[in-house]
């Protein structure tokens, strides 16, 4: 009677297990159509270079992880040409004494978070082909505010994802340890300014801390995309940082604490909502979150950081919503909020809703779902 109940309970855990896999890929190249598919969408319908503004450079360090991941020349041109247009650059502005880095869209915000995620694409290009002028601008940006005394650079959850990994990259490059340094120094300020202890996530920035700012529901407000910034600022740090990194624990512990929470708050349907607490605050899916969670937990459970048991089965079902929701048959990824700051009641967030930094955060998920499959 035992062996017979052993024997059953085994084909149950066997179906079990069968079902919940039941949408990760059979094979990477399946998961290389897809990202071809994307891609090629997305370039053809865009063939002239833009800005190097943060809503296209994000969409760059997307595409760079697919010409790692698959060597595609035709993908690395494109990024080249976006780089050459741009002229290695971010802001332009060459007047030390005029550089901000509040908010600003002009020449004069070089140092401004969102005007360096381009700095990113830039130094990965160097690392398939070393030329000191590709990083030679991302170089004197990073390197003239180190040797501020200002912290206060990042004071939004955004500016984690579009210079923490900049920081990291140009580390690998030039040995300078002062690069892991002043990453700490700003990490920590933005930190201690949006980290919620309790809640085990980001708020956006100071505006939106609890009870100051609450939902209409009275809750605490924690914006998928937000949160999405920062989890995958964390993962490509650890990616890049050195195991022997004195602050190495102290941003392992947040980025596996945000992935118990994070994956406690995915919807029965796959994705993230907008507000992370608060599903009827903003309900429906949405994309760009939802993908850069994925590539973090994806990125996590590749790297022996997170524990397959527990996020395989978040991962699928965010798999199944990314490939059978968000990706529309041309190619065309959907459901991406639109540029902002926060959820939005009522805002429509439909299949016609793409963007540049969504399909970056895309392409990463792919490509470590590539990963994943290539080696299980």
Known sequence: M????????????????????????????????IINRVNNYWQ???????????????YHTGNMEVCFLTGNSDFLHYSEVWAEHNEWKGAKSNNKAEW???????????????????????????????????????????????????????????????????????????????????????????????????????????????????????????????????????????????EADQYRGKYLDRFRTMAKVVADCQQSEGYWTRSLLDPKYAPGPETSGTAFFTYGLLWGVNNGLLDKGTYLPVIEKSWKYLTTVALQPDGRIGYVQPIGEKAIPGQVVDADSTASFGVGAFLLAACEMARYVSEN
């Open 100 to 242: 901000k880095y509040s908010y600003g869209e002009s020449d004069k915000y070089v140092l401004f978070g969102d005007q360096q995620v381009c700095f990113q694409t830039y130094a990965d290009l160097y690392t398939l082909s070393p030329d000191p002028q590709k990083i030679a601008r991302a170089r004197e940006v990073m390197e003239y505010q180190m040797s501020t005394n200002k912290v206060d650079y990042w004071w939004w959850a955004d500016g984690l994802y579009m210079v923490m990994p900049v920081m990291t990259k140009l580390y690998k490059i030039t040995g300078n340890p002062l690069y892991l340094e002043k990453l700490y120094e700003y990490w920590k300020y933005a930190d201690d300014l949006m980290y919620d202890k309790k809640a085990g996530l980001y708020y956006r920035d100071g505006k939106y801390i609890y009870p100051k700012h609450r939902t209409i529901n009275g809750k605490k407000d924690f914006w998928a995309r937000g949160d999405g910034w920062v989890f995958a600022a964390l993962a490509k740090v650890l990616k890049d940082l050195p």
């Open 2 to 33: 035992r062996k017979i109940f052993r024997m059953t309970l085994a084909l149950v855990f066997c179906a079990a297990g069968t079902s919940a896999l039941a949408n990760i890929p059979d094979t990477s190249q399946g998961v290389i159509d």
């Open 44 to 58: 053809d319908s865009h063939p002239l270079p833009g800005s190097a503004f943060w809503d296209n450079a994000v």
